[in-house]
C-alpha cells in the first residue's frame, strides 16, 4: 500500500510591542507583580492528600510565566470543612509546611504566591470534624449534596472566635511565606459571602440589614489582617459581583456600592461570579470574556488593582481588556491549567504554540471527583510531580527506531507530537482527510465548537516538527502494518458507538425488530437522519453526548423525546457544573425530558420503555430511536496484528500498543492523556517489580496511645 501525501509546515511570529503592556509590572499593595498574568485560586482535587504534586503544579505555572500564582481555598479552622472535597488546610502550625513547600516552588521562579483563606461555614455539613456548622442564619447547609445538616446562626461570640481563627491563619500564611493573603468573599462558598447575601443573611443585629451592616464581618477582617501583615503582604479580597439571580441575590449594583464603601482597604480586588458554575461556565454556554459586562465599571470605583477573568487565551483580547480599563491584571484559572506556559508564550511571541483551553471543565471534574486535577488539553497537568512530566519539556529519545502510529485523533496526535518532540521519527497513518478524529466530528456539533482546539493545537506543533510525517486516506490493515515494518507501532484507531442498547444499564443487546430506524451518534455524526420526524434519544452514556444529540434533532426541527434511566439529563455533567445548564437549554429547546425510563425494546416505530423503579411499561410511537449508551474500541487492527505475531520479527515489528479509545472508550482527555503516556514512556527504564508508576505521599503515623 502506498501512504497518502503529508500536509505542509507552518511558522511561528515574533511578538509584536502591543503585547508589551501585558508584561508591564503591577502594584498589588506592599509588592509588586512582574507583570499582569495573575493565576486566580483554584481547585485542583489534590489539596491536603497531594501536597508536593500540588506544589509542583504550582510551581510550573510560575515557571510559565505567571506572576501571581494562589493556591484553592485553604479551610482556616477545623470548624469549617467541605468534606468529601480535598482542599487545603491551614488548620494549625502542622500544615505550614506543605503550604511552604508551594509557597518555595512559586517563589523560585520569581512569582508571587497567593493564599485564599476560606471558611465555607453553611457550605459544608462538618463531615470530617462533626462540628456544629455556622452561618449567618439558621438554615439548611447549601452543600452540592442537599446533606440533612443545618447550620446555626452564629452570635456575636462566634463573629468574635472567626475573627481570632482568621487572624491566626493569616499569620500561619505569612510564616509559609504567601505574598497575598485573600480576603474570601466569594462565589456563594464561605461565610463573609453569605453575611453579604440578603439571601442568606436575615440578621437583625450590626451584621444584617443594611449594606454596611452586611459588609461589616468584611470590612472587619480585612482590616484586621491588613493591620497584622499589611506591611509585607498584600491583601486582595475577592468577591462575586452577581450571582445572576436578579434583585433575589447579590446583583452588579448592590456590590459596586459594596466596594464602593470599601474601596481602597484591600490592595486589590478580586472580581468573579457567583456561584462557581457561573463562574467557570463551559464553552458550551459561554464565550471568552463572557465576564467583561459585570466587570466592567469596577476600576472606577477603586485606586486598587482588579483582577478579573473570563477563559482569556487571545493575547489581543487581553490587551483590549486591558486597555479599555476593564482590569489591570488578566486572572485565569484554566488557562493556565490548559497553558500553564500562556504568559511566557505571548512574551516570545510563541502565539502558535498556545495550547487554548476549550472550557470543557474537565478540570473542574477532578474537584468533584476528589481525583487529582486532570486537563483535556494538558495531559501533564497534576502529573508534574506524580510523573515528572512537564507540559514542556520531555526527555529526549533513548534508541532511533521510528515508530508508526496509526489513527490521528487526539491519542495518535498527542502522542505524535510529544514522540516527535522527543526526537523521534514518528509516521502517522490516517484513514480520513483530516487530523483530530472524534474531536473534529464532535466539534460540529451544538456548542462544541472550541474543542477542535484539541487538534488544532496538535496540528500547529506537528507542523514544527519535521520529523514526523502524515500520510492521509491511509485506512491500514495488518498486512500493510506488516509491509511498513516499523520497529513500533501504536494502535489509536477510535471507537465507534454501538447500536445495540448495551450500556450502563443493559449489559446484554436489547430486542430491534428488523426495519426499525435505530441510530447511533456515530451515524448521526455522519449525516445520517431519520425519515419520520419522532425521535426518541436514549440517553445511557450520561455525559454531553445524549443531551448534544437531543439539541441538534430539536434544532433540526424533529419532535425529540429524551430519555434517560438517571434522574436528570447528562448527569455526570454535575461533575463539570453543567447539568443545570443543559437541562436548562434542553427544555428551552422544547426537548421533553423523561427521566427513570429504560428503552428496553425496540420496535418498527414504537419504542417498549419501562419505569426504572417499577418496571412499568409504557409505549412509545417514534420514527426513530438514537442509541447514545456505549462505544466499542475500533480493535479489528491490534486483533489482526496480534494473531499474526509469529510474523513480527521478519517484518522488523518488536511491539504494537494500543492506545486511547482504541484500548477502552472514555473522554478525549483520557485519549490525550494516553497519547502523552506512550510518549514519555516509550523505551524507559521497566519499572523495578512493585514500584507504582507514579509517586504518592502517605499520611504521617503519629504513636499509638
Ligand atoms: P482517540 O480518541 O483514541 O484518539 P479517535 O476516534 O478520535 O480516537 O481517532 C481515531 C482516528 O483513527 C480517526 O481519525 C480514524 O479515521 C483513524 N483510523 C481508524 N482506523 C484506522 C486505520 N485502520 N488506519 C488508519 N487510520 C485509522
Ligand atoms: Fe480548559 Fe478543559 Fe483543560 Fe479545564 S480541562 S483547563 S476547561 S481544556
Same mark, same amino acid.
Given at each position: 500500500?502506498?501512504?497518502?501525501?503529508?500536509?505542509?509546515?507552518?511558522?511561528?511570529?515574533?511578538?509584536?510591542?502591543?503585547?508589551?503592556?501585558?508584561?508591564?509590572?503591577?502594584?498589588?499593595?506592599?509588592?509588586?507583580?512582574?507583570?499582569?498574568?495573575?493565576?486566580?485560586?483554584?481547585?485542583?482535587?489534590?489539596?491536603?492528600?497531594?501536597? +508536593?504534586?500540588?506544589?509542583?503544579?504550582?510551581?510550573?505555572?510560575?515557571?510559565?510565566?505567571?506572576?501571581?500564582? &494562589?493556591?484553592?481555598?485553604?479551610?482556616?479552622?477545623?470548624?469549617?470543612?467541605?468534606?468529601?472535597?480535598?482542599?487545603?488546610?491551614?488548620?494549625?502550625?502542622?500544615?505550614?509546611?506543605?503550604?511552604?513547600?508551594?509557597?518555595?516552588?512559586?517563589?523560585?521562579?520569581?512569582?508571587?504566591?497567593?493564599?485564599?483563606?476560606?471558611?465555607?461555614?453553611?457550605?459544608?455539613?462538618? $463531615?470530617?470534624?462533626?462540628?456544629?456548622?455556622?452561618?449567618?442564619?439558621?438554615?439548611?447547609?447549601?452543600?452540592?449534596?442537599?446533606?440533612?445538616?443545618?447550620?446555626?446562626?452564629?452570635? $456575636?461570640?462566634?463573629?468574635?472566635?472567626?475573627?481570632?481563627?482568621?487572624?491566626?491563619? =493569616?499569620?500561619?500564611?505569612?510564616?509559609?511565606?504567601?505574598?497575598?493573603?485573600?480576603?474570601?468573599?466569594?462565589?456563594?462558598?464561605?461565610?463573609?459571602?453569605?453575611?453579604?447575601?440578603?439571601?442568606?443573611?436575615?440578621? +437583625? /443585629?450590626?451584621?444584617?440589614?443594611?449594606?454596611?451592616?452586611?459588609?461589616?464581618?468584611?470590612?472587619?477582617?480585612?482590616?484586621?489582617? *491588613?493591620?497584622?501583615?499589611?506591611?509585607? &503582604?498584600?491583601?486582595?479580597?475577592?468577591?462575586?459581583? /452577581?450571582?445572576?439571580?436578579?434583585?433575589?441575590?447579590?446583583?452588579?449594583?448592590?456590590?459596586?456600592?459594596?466596594?464602593?464603601?470599601?474601596?481602597?482597604?484591600?490592595?486589590?480586588?478580586?472580581?468573579?461570579?457567583?456561584?462557581?458554575?457561573?463562574?467557570?461556565? +463551559?464553552?458550551?454556554?459561554?464565550?471568552?470574556?463572557?465576564?467583561?459586562?459585570?466587570?466592567?465599571?469596577? *476600576?472606577?470605583?477603586?485606586?486598587?488593582?482588579?483582577?478579573? =477573568?473570563?477563559?482569556?487565551?487571545?493575547?489581543?483580547?487581553?490587551?483590549?481588556?486591558?486597555?479599555?480599563?476593564?482590569?489591570?491584571?488578566?486572572?485565569?484559572?484554566?488557562?493556565?491549567?490548559?497553558?500553564?506556559?500562556?504568559?511566557?508564550?505571548?512574551?516570545?511571541?510563541?502565539?502558535?504554540?498556545?495550547?487554548?483551553?476549550?472550557?470543557?471543565?474537565?478540570?473542574?471534574?477532578?474537584?468533584?471527583?476528589?481525583?487529582?486535577?486532570? &486537563?483535556?488539553?494538558?495531559?501533564?497537568?497534576?502529573?508534574?510531580?506524580?510523573?515528572?512530566?512537564?507540559?514542556?519539556?520531555?526527555?529526549?529519545?533513548?534508541?532511533?527506531?521510528?515508530?508508526?502510529?496509526?489513527?490521528?485523533?487526539?491519542?495518535?496526535?498527542?502522542?505524535?507530537?510529544?514522540?516527535? *518532540?522527543?526526537?523521534?521519527?514518528?509516521?502517522?497513518?490516517?484513514?480520513?482527510?483530516?487530523?483530530?478524529?472524534?474531536?473534529?466530528?464532535?466539534?460540529? $456539533?451544538?456548542?462544541?465548537?472550541?474543542?477542535?482546539?484539541?487538534?488544532?493545537?496538535?496540528?500547529?506543533?506537528?507542523?514544527?516538527?519535521?520529523?514526523?510525517?502524515?500520510?492521509?486516506?491511509?485506512?491500514?490493515?495488518?498486512?500493510?502494518?506488516?509491509?511498513?515494518?516499523?520497529?513500533?507501532?501504536?494502535?489509536?484507531?477510535?471507537?465507534?458507538?454501538?447500536?445495540?442498547?448495551?450500556?450502563?444499564?443493559?449489559?446484554?443487546?436489547?430486542?430491534?425488530?428488523?426495519?426499525?430506524?435505530?441510530?447511533?451518534?456515530?451515524?448521526?455524526?455522519?449525516?445520517?437522519?431519520?425519515?419520520? *420526524?419522532?425521535?426518541? =434519544?436514549?440517553?445511557?452514556?450520561?455525559?454531553?453526548?445524549?443531551?448534544?444529540?437531543?439539541?441538534?434533532?430539536?434544532?433540526?426541527?424533529?419532535?425529540?423525546?429524551?430519555?434517560?434511566?438517571?434522574?436528570?439529563?447528562?448527569?455526570?455533567?454535575?461533575? +463539570?457544573?453543567?447539568?443545570?445548564?443543559?437541562?436548562?437549554?434542553?427544555?428551552?429547546?422544547?426537548?421533553?425530558?423523561?427521566?427513570?425510563?429504560?428503552?428496553?425494546?425496540?420496535?418498527?416505530?414504537?419504542?417498549?420503555?419501562? &419505569?426504572?423503579?417499577?418496571?412499568?411499561?409504557?409505549?412509545?410511537?417514534?420514527?426513530? =430511536?438514537?442509541?447514545?449508551?456505549?462505544?466499542?474500541?475500533?480493535?479489528?487492527?491490534?486483533?489482526?496484528?496480534?494473531?499474526?505475531?509469529?510474523?513480527?520479527? /521478519?517484518?522488523?515489528?518488536?511491539?504494537?500498543?494500543?492506545?486511547?479509545?482504541?484500548?477502552?472508550?472514555?473522554?478525549?482527555?483520557?485519549?490525550?492523556?494516553?497519547?502523552?503516556?506512550?510518549?514519555?514512556?516509550?523505551?524507559?527504564?521497566?519499572?523495578?517489580?512493585?514500584?507504582?508508576?507514579?509517586?504518592?505521599?502517605?499520611?504521617?503515623?503519629?504513636?499509638?496511645?
Amino acid at each position: 500500500m502506498m501512504l497518502g501525501r503529508p500536509e505542509s509546515s507552518q511558522q511561528t511570529t515574533a511578538r509584536d510591542t502591543r503585547y508589551d503592556i501585558l508584561f508591564e509590572p503591577v502594584k498589588i499593595g506592599p509588592l509588586t507583580a512582574r507583570n499582569r498574568f495573575y493565576q486566580v485560586p483554584h481547585c485542583n482535587g489534590m489539596g491536603y492528600r497531594d501536597p +508536593t504534586a500540588l506544589a509542583h503544579m504550582r510551581g510550573v505555572k510560575a515557571e510559565g510565566g505567571w506572576a501571581v500564582v &494562589c493556591t484553592e481555598q485553604v479551610e482556616f479552622h477545623y470548624t469549617s470543612e467541605i468534606t468529601p472535597f480535598i482542599e487545603l488546610r491551614l488548620w494549625d502550625d502542622r500544615d505550614i509546611p506543605s503550604l511552604a513547600r508551594m509557597a518555595d516552588k512559586i517563589h523560585e521562579h520569581g512569582s508571587l504566591a497567593g493564599i485564599e483563606l476560606a471558611y465555607n461555614g453553611m457550605n459544608g455539613a462538618n $463531615l470530617y470534624s462533626r462540628e456544629v456548622p455556622m452561618g449567618p442564619a439558621h438554615l439548611p447547609v447549601a452543600s452540592f449534596t442537599y446533606d440533612p445538616v443545618q447550620a446555626r446562626r452564629m452570635d $456575636l461570640q462566634d463573629i468574635r472566635n472567626i475573627r481570632k481563627w482568621h487572624l491566626d491563619a =493569616v499569620l500561619r500564611a505569612k510564616r509559609a511565606g504567601f505574598d497575598l493573603i485573600y480576603v474570601y468573599a466569594a462565589h456563594a462558598l464561605g461565610f463573609l459571602h453569605h453575611f453579604l447575601s440578603r439571601r442568606f443573611n436575615e440578621r +437583625t /443585629d450590626e451584621y444584617g440589614g443594611s449594606l454596611e451592616n452586611r459588609i461589616r464581618l468584611m470590612r472587619e477582617i480585612t482590616e484586621e489582617t *491588613k493591620a497584622a501583615i499589611g506591611d509585607t &503582604c498584600a491583601v486582595p479580597i475577592r468577591i462575586s459581583i /452577581d450571582e445572576l439571580l436578579g434583585e433575589g441575590g447579590l446583583y452588579k449594583e448592590e456590590v459596586e456600592d459594596m466596594i464602593g464603601l470599601m474601596a481602597d482597604l484591600p490592595d486589590l480586588w478580586d472580581v468573579t461570579l457567583a456561584g462557581w458554575e457561573n463562574d467557570s461556565r +463551559t464553552s458550551r454556554f459561554a464565550e471568552e470574556g463572557a465576564q467583561e459586562p459585570f466587570i466592567r465599571g469596577v *476600576k472606577r470605583l477603586t485606586a486598587k488593582p482588579v483582577v478579573g =477573568v473570563g477563559r482569556y487565551t487571545s493575547a489581543d483580547r487581553m490587551v483590549s481588556l486591558v486597555k479599555k480599563g476593564i482590569v489591570d491584571l488578566v486572572g485565569a484559572a484554566r488557562p493556565s491549567i490548559a497553558d500553564p506556559f500562556l504568559p511566557r508564550k505571548i512574551q516570545e511571541g510563541r502565539f502558535d504554540d498556545i495550547r487554548e483551553c476549550i472550557g470543557c471543565n474537565i478540570c473542574v471534574s477532578g474537584d468533584f471527583t476528589q481525583s487529582p486535577i486532570r &486537563c483535556t488539553q494538558n495531559p501533564t497537568m497534576g502529573e508534574e510531580w506524580r510523573k515528572g512530566w512537564h507540559p514542556e519539556t520531555v526527555k529526549p529519545r533513548r534508541t532511533d527506531k521510528p515508530v508508526l502510529i496509526v489513527g490521528a485523533g487526539p491519542a495518535g496526535l498527542e502522542a505524535a507530537q510529544t514522540l516527535g *518532540k522527543r526526537g523521534y521519527d514518528v509516521t502517522i497513518a490516517e484513514a480520513g482527510t483530516e487530523l483530530g478524529g472524534r474531536v473534529l466530528q464532535e466539534s460540529r $456539533l451544538p456548542g462544541l465548537a472550541a474543542w477542535v482546539r484539541v487538534a488544532d493545537y496538535r496540528k500547529m506543533q506537528l507542523a514544527q516538527l519535521p520529523n514526523v510525517e502524515i500520510f492521509f486516506d491511509s485506512r491500514l490493515d495488518a498486512g500493510n502494518v506488516l509491509e511498513f515494518g516499523f520497529p513500533r507501532v501504536v494502535i489509536a484507531t477510535g471507537a465507534r458507538w454501538r447500536g445495540d442498547g448495551i450500556g450502563h444499564r443493559h449489559l446484554a443487546a436489547i430486542p430491534i425488530a428488523e426495519g426499525a430506524c435505530v441510530l447511533t451518534p456515530s451515524d448521526v455524526m455522519a449525516g445520517r437522519r431519520p425519515a419520520g *420526524k419522532r425521535v426518541i =434519544v436514549w440517553d445511557d452514556d450520561h455525559y454531553y453526548m445524549g443531551g448534544v444529540i437531543a439539541e441538534l434533532f430539536a434544532e433540526q426541527g424533529y419532535e425529540t423525546l429524551y430519555l434517560t434511566p438517571a434522574s436528570e439529563a447528562s448527569t455526570w455533567t454535575r461533575n +463539570t457544573m453543567e447539568q443545570h445548564f443543559i437541562q436548562k437549554r434542553m427544555l428551552e429547546k422544547g426537548i421533553t425530558i423523561q427521566s427513570f425510563r429504560s428503552v428496553d425494546v425496540i420496535e418498527r416505530n414504537e419504542v417498549v420503555t419501562s &419505569c426504572v423503579f417499577t418496571g412499568r411499561e409504557e409505549r412509545i410511537a417514534a420514527d426513530a =430511536v438514537v442509541l447514545v449508551t456505549a462505544r466499542l474500541p475500533n480493535e479489528q487492527l491490534a486483533l489482526d496484528l496480534l494473531a499474526r505475531r509469529d510474523e513480527w520479527a /521478519d517484518a522488523g515489528i518488536e511491539d504494537v500498543v494500543s492506545i486511547g479509545d482504541a484500548l477502552a472508550p472514555a473522554t478525549i482527555a483520557h485519549a490525550v492523556y494516553a497519547g502523552r503516556r506512550y510518549a514519555e514512556e516509550l523505551d524507559a527504564d521497566p519499572l523495578p517489580d512493585g514500584v507504582l508508576p507514579f509517586r504518592r505521599e502517605i499520611a504521617e503515623l503519629l504513636p499509638l496511645d
